[in-house]
C-alpha cells in the first residue's frame, strides 16, 4: 500500500463539464419569453473592420492626378431621347444629376475614352458628381417637390375618371 498511489482528486469544473447536458437558451424553451438579455456570459468582441492597404507616394500622386484629370476633363452626356449634349463640365453634370436629367444609367464620353459608357462605369466620375451635397439636394427635391406634384395629378387623374362614362362602347353592339 505504501507503492501505491491514490487518484489524483477531480475538481469540481472537470466534474460539471462531464455532467453538462444541454440546456436550451430562454428563447426556445415553450412559453417563456426572455425579455432581458442575459449578461453572466461575456460579449463576444466584434472583428474589427478590414483596413485599406497603405497607399504608397506614388500611388497617391496616380489617384489625385486621375482625379483631377476627371475633374478637368470636358464631358458630353446623352440625355433621356440619346441625343448628345455638351460639352459640359462635372459642375454641370451634378446640376443635372439633382434635377433628373442623368442617372448612373446615362451614357457619357470624355476625352480620352473610346466610347460612350454609363456614368456608373467610369470610376472616378461617380464620387465628383454624387457628392453629399448634390444626395442632399436631390432628397429635398424628390420629397418636397416631385412627391406632392405625382400626388396631385394622380388625384386629379382619379377625378377625371370618375367623370361621366363615353357611351360608345354601349353603342357598339
Known amino acids: 500500500m505504501a507503492g501505491e498511489q491514490a487518484p489524483a482528486p477531480v ?13 436550451p437558451p430562454p428563447e426556445q424553451k415553450a412559453g417563456v419569453v426572455a425579455s432581458v438579455k442575459d449578461t453572466t456570459k461575456p460579449a463576444a468582441m466584434p472583428e474589427p473592420p478590414a483596413r485599406r492597404p497603405k497607399m504608397t507616394m ?11 484629370l476627371t475633374m478637368k476633363n470636358v464631358w458630353y452626356y446623352r440625355d433621356r ?12 453634370l451634378r446640376e443635372c444629376w439633382v434635377h433628373g436629367v442623368i442617372d448612373e444609367h446615362t451614357l457619357v464620353w470624355g ?23 448634390v444626395r442632399v439636394a436631390t432628397w429635398i427635391k ?19 375618371r370618375k367623370g361621366p362614362l363615353s357611351s360608345q362602347a354601349d353603342d357598339m353592339y
Open 58 to 68: 506614388k500611388d497617391r500622386q496616380y489617384v489625385d492626378y486621375v482625379r483631377e
Open 111 to 133: 476625352q480620352g475614352l473610346g466610347d460612350w459608357l454609363p456614368v456608373r462605369n467610369i470610376r472616378t466620375l461617380v464620387p465628383q458628381i454624387r457628392t453629399f451635397e
Open 11 to 23: 475538481s469540481e469544473a472537470k466534474k460539471k463539464r462531464r455532467v453538462k447536458k444541454k440546456v
Open 81 to 92: 431621347l440619346s441625343v448628345p449634349r455638351g460639352p459640359c463640365n462635372v459642375a454641370v
Open 142 to 160: 424628390r420629397t418636397f417637390a416631385l412627391k406632392p406634384a405625382l400626388a396631385q395629378a394622380r388625384k386629379d387623374r382619379a377625378e377625371f
